[in-house]
């Protein structure tokens, strides 16, 4: 049985970025769209835009690969958005030189 999990991240209003894990990526949009729960991080930065997103087949990966992410500089996300794989190791080797 194949499995469907999905890292995201998300654009807000205010041009922060909302990193999460879905098994359902198109409801979960449409939930964090709607407002659909006003203690949401993204409720009141609406409306949000989706960046990127990644399957995975187990959700270890997902949430493992979320914990990560949300660690990352706003340089290094947005590398992400392009999978500019170089410059994510560029910013990586740069963060740990300071």
């Known amino acids: ?36 729960n006003t203690s949401s991080f993204t409720f009141t930065r609406r409306p949000v835009v989706l960046k990127y997103y990644k399957r995975f087949d187990q959700i270890e990966h997902a949430i493992e690969f979320e914990k990560q992410v949300k660690g990352w500089s706003r340089k290094k996300k947005e590398a992400l958005f392009s999978e500019d794989w170089d410059e994510i190791v560029r910013l990586s080797n740069f963060k740990k030189e300071k």
Do not use: A, P
């Open 1 to 36: 049985m194949i499995h469907n999990y999905f890292l995201y991240i998300l654009e807000c209003s205010d041009k922060s970025y909302y990193v999460g894990v879905t098994n359902d990526l198109e409801i979960r949009i449409d939930q964090h769209s709607s407002g659909e």
